[in-house]
């Protein structure tokens, strides 16, 4: 067949997903970590998204940044994760047999949340945590569940968007 032949330089199904969960991770204020989250049915359609920050109702400038001094001074009590924001937000669908694309391997509250709405499949980008104590919790319940978790599958180091629509 002659003619014009498809593109040879479009994004993996990995590129395409991670790129929704660091795409949701530009929502958070964190001034320190941004991490997001999208979940994938076995169809590879997008069935939630999530970024971390303050559940719904909290004002973001009436609560803590800081990593570090007293616990209620700090972030850590308010702050919702990514991956449970994103199973949260789910189109309200079961979630068994989907999987998560997140920016950061999970924690261990994370990941219960992950084995209880039946995700299959953790796909994240940074393990920056590996050696902590909640990353080998994570590791050691998902690893019991039966869930498969797996460094994310690129050959790019970025992608670019434009807004501006003479690229389009």
């Known amino acids: 067949m002659a003619g014009i032949k498809k593109r040879q330089d479009y994004i993996s199904w990995d590129e395409y997903f991670m790129g929704v969960a660091l795409l949701s991770s530009r929502?958070?204020?964190?001034p320190n970590t941004q991490v997001g989250a999208c979940?994938?049915?076995d169809k590879n359609k997008i069935v939630g998204a999530g970024y971390n920050g303050l559940p719904m109702g909290c004002d973001d400038d009436e609560f803590p940044w800081e990593k570090q001094g007293d616990?209620?001074?700090t972030k850590y009590p308010y702050i919702c994760?990514?991956?449970l924001n994103a199973i949260l937000n789910n189109i309200g669908m079961d979630l068994r047999g989907c999987k998560i694309y997140t920016v950061l391997f999970p924690c261990n509250e994370c990941s219960k949340a992950i084995i209880q709405s039946g995700i299959t499949e953790v796909i994240y980008l940074s393990d920056k945590y590996a050696g902590s104590d909640t990353a080998k919790a994570?590791?050691?319940m998902l690893g019991k569940a039966g869930i498969?978790?797996?460094k994310v599958n690129t050959s790019m180091n970025n992608l670019v968007l434009s807004y501006n629509e003479e690229d389009v």
């Open 138 to 140: 994570s590791r050691l």
């Open 27 to 30: 929502r958070s204020k964190d």
């Open 39 to 41: 979940i994938v049915s």
């Open 148 to 150: 498969t978790c797996r």
């Open 71 to 73: 616990f209620l001074e």
């Open 81 to 83: 994760h990514a991956e």
